[in-house]
């Protein structure tokens, strides 16, 4: 069984007016980064905090529907999803980019952020990187989810696991077992957990069985705990 979390402080880590969200630790421990919002709206520029000197350094240059950050394993690189400008009446379907900044110059001083990749017709979200060259992204192909990885070195994306067998909702990464949790929700209207290598080789798939005291169309985002062999998720109630 695993032990249950007892919280037994909780302090403010920033003092901001404004709206702040997706808050993570950097891969060395030293600062944290978060997405500040202006407004109130979706447009935001991703901020980082020296966890010893507590000091706050804005990393873009430019403002952004930015969203879904990530850093390589190497602390040099953060790629993170922007979409089209929210602020903006929408005339046409929108447009989502893979973009990234040179972590270590931007703690220095903001930079403008490096296109990656251009979805036109798609939707990209959950940008995670799996070694210092790779990028896992769930990309919508109509309404249905499929994991696709994404080389930086050779600007080049291919789909690992396809939405042609069920949508994919949701996925983790486990850079200490090299591990990727897919959920899928397959033609039974099961929802299954998948294990996979990072090359997309499916290890296992498995339906969730529901607690009793849960709907079974409630949605799950399984995360996986570090250096364990355990994902957890809320079920609305625990």
């Not at 993570?24 to 935001?44: A, Q, V, W």
């Not at 430019?62 to 390589?72: A, L, M, V």
Request: hydrophobic letters at 35%.
């Amino acid at each position: 069984a695993v032990d249950p979390i007892v919280i037994k402080s909780i302090k403010p880590i920033t003092a901001s007016i404004h709206k702040e969200y997706d808050a993570s630790y950097t891969p060395d421990g030293k600062y944290i980064t978060f997405h500040r919002y202006r407004d109130k709206l979706c447009i935001n520029n991703i901020w980082a905090k020296n966890v010893e000197s507590q000091s706050e350094i804005q990393l873009t240059r430019t403002e952004g529907t930015y969203s879904d950050h990530s850093i390589s394993p190497n602390g040099e690189t953060m790629a993170f999803v922007e979409e089209t400008d929210c602020s903006k009446p929408l005339t046409q379907p929108k447009c989502f980019n893979l973009l990234s900044i040179d972590f270590k110059k931007a703690i220095n001083s903001p930079v403008e952020p490096n296109l990656l990749m251009q979805c036109k017709h798609t939707s990209i979200s959950r940008p995670v990187w799996v070694d210092n060259h790779h990028i896992i992204l769930l990309q919508k192909v109509g309404a249905r989810g499929q994991l696709v990885r994404y080389s930086v070195k050779d600007n080049t994306s291919t789909v690992i696991s396809a939405a042609n067998n069920g949508n994919i909702t949701y996925f983790d990464y486990s850079a200490s077992q090299q591990l990727i949790a897919v959920l899928r929700t397959q033609s039974d209207n099961r929802v299954y957990i998948e294990l996979l290598k990072p090359n997309g080789e499916l290890l296992s798939s498995n339906p969730i069985q529901y607690l009793h005291d849960m709907s079974k169309y409630r949605k799950i985002f399984p995360s996986f705990v570090p250096n364990k062999n355990y994902l957890v998720f809320s079920s609305g109630r625990q």
